[in-house]
């Protein structure tokens, strides 16, 4: 039996034995199993189950490199991150991410709140699902994390000593490729669905003007440390059921532009839209869904602009950022960065190495080119015209647009 004291990457044999040898959690009459239930690129995560009691929990091992492709390297201090990240959100907006019970340094993995009783949100909309308290819940989140994180509310050097603590540099280049940079030229790592290609090359790659905003874009995110990010706040990302909303895998957490995280959260509820209206028989349901979607979209930005505006007023410290008319220039910026990112996300998990179910689970080759495209069309809309967005209406009429032209232009 291995002593656990130098890393290697755990099977479910290593980890079981790690859970009794290590963990002072189950019972010595415990009669336990072990699942590798991972299905994310990076990180191998495990559940164990003490079917005596019924008592579980979550062991998420960092590997050296990502699970997505072996020429991806990334430090495994991602999980010490991750690890801090979440106490620390807890902290901010209780009861929506998990607890975390442990963290092991030598092993690079964390010990955390199993949440069987909850389903990825990804599957859940793919399967149609409808949870009308989810904007309530991450807008919440994602006012309390960014706002509270930044130098509006907390001291500047403690908000330096943060960002120095959540430096994450393997992961953020993992994002200045993957979104930033490779979806916007013929890149060979990208994984391009081929009656798409063509439409890509004359519609983004053969346009400057959109190159030279995602240049923009790119070193914005690279040197605007505004907030403490979760960093990839997308539906593979949440866990959820009817009352109940927790996030988890913040291991791309870092100071960056708050738009970051609201912008992933929008194209991924756009995501769903499109799955819903390519693949929804039922016109009836394919309409509800379609339209709890797009409220969705709309109540995120406007629940995210009351109560940041809100919580602006009760806890900014700053003299300056109390100036009459501040806080409104702050939001507005940040509404804008959201939908840059969403644009940035639309087409990179179209184009690029990372794709999403919701697009790639789409049989009909016709009507899947046809989702790609109004992806595309959307994405470059959303950065082209982001001086424009403020409001969550803003953004349906984006979408509006662009379903009402889809079967001529497309």
């Not at 979550?58 to 106490?87: F, M, W, Y």
């Not at 130098?151 to 393997?170: G, R, T, Y």
């Not at 008319?325 to 939908?339: A, R």
């Amino acid at each position: 039996m291995r002593e656990y004291n130098e890393y290697f990457t755990m099977d479910e044999t290593d980890v079981l034995n790690y859970a009794v040898t290590r963990l002072n959690v189950f019972d010595q009459d415990a009669m336990l199993t072990c699942k590798e239930i991972g299905d994310g690129n990076l990180n191998y995560v495990f559940r164990i189950i003490d079917s005596a009691s019924g008592k579980s929990l979550i062991i998420k091992q960092a590997g050296p490199v990502a699970r997505i492709s072996a020429d991806i390297k990334v430090s495994t201090d991602r999980n010490r991150i991750e690890s801090e990240i979440l106490k620390l959100q807890n902290e901010l907006a209780p009861g929506l991410v998990p607890q975390i019970y442990n963290y092991d340094p030598v092993m690079n993995c964390c010990v955390m709140e199993d949440l069987s009783d909850h389903d990825i949100m990804r599957k859940a909309l793919l399967e149609h699902r409808q949870f009308p308290l989810f904007a309530d819940h991450i807008s919440t989140f994602m006012v309390n994390t960014l706002l509270l994180t930044s130098d509006v509310v907390m001291d500047h050097k403690a908000k330096k000593d943060l960002v120095k603590s959540f430096i994450n540099p393997d992961l953020c280049e993992i994002s200045e490729d993957l979104v930033y940079t490779e979806p916007f030229y013929d890149c060979p790592r990208n994984d391009i669905f081929e009656p798409t290609r063509e439409f890509a090359q004359s519609f983004l790659w053969d346009d400057e003007a959109l190159l030279l905003e995602t240049a923009k874009l790119k070193f914005e995110f690279m040197n605007h440390a505004q907030s403490l990010l979760h960093g990839d706040l997308h539906s593979g990302s949440i866990f959820i059921k009817e009352d109940s909303t927790k996030i988890i895998d913040p291991e791309f957490a870092f100071y960056g532009p708050a738009g970051y995280d609201i912008g992933n959260v929008i194209a991924h509820l756009l995501f769903a839209y499109i799955h819903a209206d390519s693949v929804m028989e039922n016109p009836v349901a394919r309409e509800a869904q379609k339209v709890w979607l797009l409220s969705s979209v709309k109540d995120v930005i406007n629940m995210f602009r009351e109560k940041f505006l809100k919580m602006f007023q009760e806890r900014a410290t700053d003299p300056m950022a109390r100036i009459p008319g501040f806080d409104q220039y702050y939001l507005n910026q940040i509404i804008q960065d959201t939908s840059a990112v969403t644009g940035l996300e639309l087409i990179r998990r179209t184009l690029g190495l990372a794709h999403v179910k919701d697009i790639t689970s789409i049989v009909d080759e016709d009507i899947r080119a046809k989702a790609e495209k109004l992806c595309l069309r959307m994405g470059k809309a959303f950065i082209m015209g982001r001086s424009d967005m403020l409001t969550g209406e803003d953004f349906i009429l984006v979408v509006a647009k662009y379903m009402d032209s889809k079967e001529t232009d497309l």
